[in-house]
């Protein structure tokens, strides 16, 4: 009988793993490299380096991709990540919608799931339909040979700094009192609860962008900025630790409508895709499909709805651009995919706000299901490679302010 493996084996594992990561992280960075390059880049000795890679291949983290022969002589092995056989595990809630997906170290799904959770009524209910696909997903590699080693989740609302706990998911209270690393614990895998906003913003930049805006636009609305892969913050919690603004909850209107988060005048009450169904609930739109169906259709309410909203959104957002200098905005999440019939209002709601000669371009995204996964993807690679990454990355506030 098979001896079972501790979970102080596990946890030893991985922390003497930690010091051979700066030899994957070059991998990932610069592609197939010789033990002698890999020494040089990282100011080795060439018998160090010999031992991270040993560890590396013992841990099935990286292959042999090539063999080079100079004649007489041993030959050079050249070493690659083995992509083929680690993987990542990463859930997004994009509410309604929520995706789950097994990645390979390219990036390439090996399984998903996408499906609408408005029928989700507590957290119970969304957490048996993670342990559905994870096991699922688990089976699937224990067959194929394939290693999780990072499970992330993106998840909208405001999260418990310490643990990653859903304290609340505004659009979507089916969501509170989930804890991803709980969950999967029990696993033995490390689980990594993120805002959403993270996930939208590693899917639509890349590390040359300009100073880009990233406004992900579903049943609310949220912005994050930054620079490359650097994320600009202007707020900052009592430990000075970074935290992503929760735009959609800034007030634009004392006094005015009820959001859902309970407070009045929030730019979510105006200008997210519930603030909407619900203005349009009378004429028979009750959902986020129905809402984006009306808009594409050209009914005239939706219409005069949705482009009063994009409007108000324009305006608010004036602030954020001009406060960073926003050279590039891009639009994402489900209710892009109407952005074109509303950009008009978009724009004018821009300029209301900024002085004339602001130019700078304002794009959909191609594809914002396909960004969404690969930013939770890219996610999840960076926390695997580099751990002690993970403090520096804005936080989820813990409470609206």
């Known amino acids: 009988m098979p001896k079972k493996t501790s979970h102080n084996h596990h946890r030893l594992a991985r922390e003497s793993l930690r010091s051979s990561l700066p030899l994957l992280r070059l991998l990932e960075r610069e592609g197939r490299l010789s033990q002698t390059e890999a020494a040089r880049q990282l100011a080795m000795t060439t018998g160090t380096c010999n031992l991270h890679v040993q560890r590396l291949e013992r841990e099935s983290l990286v292959r042999r991709a090539d ?6 002589g041993r030959p050079t092995i050249v ?19 929520f995706l789950a997906a097994l990645l390979d170290f390219s990036g390439q799904p090996v399984l998903e799931q996408r499906m609408d959770l408005s029928r989700a009524k507590h957290h119970t209910d969304v957490e048996k339909v993670i342990d559905s696909f ?33 304290l609340h998911a505004v659009n979507f209270p089916a969501l509170d009192n989930l804890n991803l690393a709980r969950l ?80 009045q005048g929030c730019l979510e009450a105006y ?56 050279e590039r905005i891009v639009v994402t999440g489900p209710l892009s995919i109407i952005f074109d019939r509303v950009s008009g209002a978009f724009h004018q709601g821009l300029s209301d706000a900024i002085p004339a000669g602001w130019n700078n371009t304002v794009v ?19 926390l695997f490679l580099d751990p002690s990454s993970a403090p520096r990355l804005p936080r989820s506030p813990a409470k609206l302010v």
């Open 134 to 166: 994870a096991d699922t997903a688990l089976a699937l590699a224990a067959r194929t040979g394939i290693r999780v080693r990072q499970v992330v989740g993106g998840f909208p609302g405001l999260l418990d700094p310490t643990d990653g706990t859903v």
């Open 364 to 382: 959909v995204s191609q594809d914002p299901y396909d960004r969404l996964r690969m930013g939770a993807f890219r996610l999840a690679m960076r």
């Open 184 to 263: 999967f614990a029990k696993r033995r895998l490390p689980a990594w609860p993120a805002s959403l906003s993270l996930c939208f913003f590693f899917g639509e930049t890349h590390p040359t962008d300009a100073t880009t805006l990233v406004v992900h636009w579903d049943l609310g609305v949220g912005a994050i900025c930054g620079r490359g892969e650097n994320i600009l913050s202007v707020q900052l919690n009592r430990e000075h630790a970074l935290e992503i603004p929760e735009v959609g909850h800034i007030c634009i209107a004392p006094h005015g409508r009820t959001c859902r988060c309970g407070r």
């Open 271 to 326: 200008t997210g895709g519930q603030a909407m169904i619900s203005e349009l609930a009378p004429a028979g739109i009750l959902t986020l499909g129905d809402l984006i169906t009306a808009i594409q259709s050209g009914r005239p309410n939706a219409l005069a709805t949705a482009r009063r909203a994009a409007r108000i959104l324009g305006r608010h957002l004036s602030w954020p651009v001009q406060f960073f200098n926003v």
């Open 79 to 97: 070493w690659d990540i083995d992509r083929e056989h680690n993987a990542c595990l990463v859930f997004v809630f994009d509410v309604p919608f």
């Open 67 to 72: 063999q080079l022969s100079h004649g007489k």
